[in-house]
Every structure is written in structure tokens, then in C-alpha cells.
């Protein structure tokens, strides 16, 4: 059924216009329903286009347009080198893990949130955890480093107790 429905509108979206290239004069036509010839040609000055766009009737064979991108051999490094200098300004302006702060410290930046659940929420927290938290650099590793430290964070807090024993249980 997933493949009869992908090709049905894999053909339905084929008929639809497009935007093509006449062979002859080089210039811009479509190709396609006719029911969408200016969303094809939106963008393309009238002087640019074939004169048989109105049509669709170009003197020649049609290509279909494809688009080519300037290669440059150092791009890649160059984005490298970007993504870098971007991840050590990151780095040096927030910590991994940052250090303990309250709750209600979210506040100013939910206040103008549309709805009030935000604030309630950021009330109810505040004073469900006294102990406040910690702001963890968000770098596609945060979860699991909040997680961590979290867990360490709570054995270590209470190593005379329940997490002693899971400290050595661990170890």
C-alpha cells in the first residue's frame, strides 16, 4: 500500500509545473499540468523567459534545469575550521557543568511566555527543589553529562547512607 501510494503521488507531483530550460533560446519555460505556470516562472523577469512560455510551446527539445554549485576544494576545511572556532567560543563562555543556582533564576526569561504555566511551573519547581540547578552546555552530550553528574552529584551527597552503598556497590 506504501509503495502504490508513493508512486501515485510521485506521479501526481511529475505533472505538476516546473520550471524548465528551452534548448533553443536558452531561456526560462515550464513543463508540466499548466495549472501552476507562475509558481514555476515566480522569480523569472518576463524578459528571461522563452517566448512560448504563455504556451508551453517551445521551438526545441527541453532540458530540465539543473542547478550547479561552485565547488571550492577548501570549502570543507574552511567549515571545519569555522565549526572549531564556533565550539571554543562556546566552550569558553559556558561551562560543561555549571555551578548550583535557584530555580526562580528562569524566571525573567519565561516572563513574557504567552502562557502562565511557564511561570506557575518555574514557582512550583522552586520551591519543590530548594537545592536549586545546574546549567549543563547544551552540545548534544548535555543529557547524558546532566545525568551523570546529577547521579554522582546524589552519591556523593549522601555516601553515608543509601549512596554508600550504591558507591560500593558500583566500585
Known amino acids: 500500500?506504501?509503495?502504490?501510494?508513493?508512486?501515485?503521488?510521485?506521479?501526481?507531483?511529475?505533472?505538476?509545473?516546473r520550471k524548465i530550460q528551452c534548448?533553443?533560446?536558452c531561456k526560462a519555460t515550464w513543463a508540466g499540468c499548466g495549472a501552476h505556470i507562475e509558481s514555476a516562472l515566480q522569480g523569472v523577469a518576463v524578459e528571461d523567459r522563452c517566448p512560448g512560455?504563455?504556451?508551453?510551446?517551445?521551438?526545441?527539445?527541453?532540458?530540465?534545469v539543473?542547478?550547479?554549485?561552485?565547488?571550492?576544494?577548501n570549502q570543507d576545511d574552511q567549515i571545519l575550521a569555522q565549526q572549531n572556532q564556533i565550539q571554543d567560543q562556546i566552550a569558553a563562555e559556558q561551562p560543561l557543568i555549571g555551578s548550583k543556582i535557584?530555580?526562580?533564576s528562569l524566571r525573567p526569561e519565561y516572563e513574557r511566555n504567552p502562557s502562565p504555566a511557564f511561570v506557575e511551573g518555574i514557582d512550583y519547581l522552586d520551591k519543590a527543589y530548594p537545592g536549586g540547578l545546574r546549567r549543563v552546555r547544551g552540545d548534544g552530550n548535555c543529557f547524558y553529562r546532566g545525568l551523570l553528574f546529577g547521579l554522582l552529584e546524589q552519591l556523593v551527597l549522601h555516601?553515608?547512607?543509601?549512596?554508600g552503598a550504591e558507591l560500593a556497590r558500583l566500585t
Open 1 to 17: 500500500y506504501i509503495a502504490s501510494l508513493s508512486l501515485s503521488l510521485a506521479s501526481k507531483f511529475s505533472k505538476m509545473c
Open 23 to 25: 534548448s533553443s533560446c
Open 53 to 64: 512560455w504563455e504556451t508551453g510551446k517551445c521551438s526545441g527539445p527541453v532540458t530540465e
Open 66 to 73: 539543473e542547478a550547479t554549485v561552485e565547488s571550492n576544494p
Open 102 to 104: 535557584a530555580v526562580s
Open 159 to 163: 555516601r553515608d547512607g543509601w549512596g
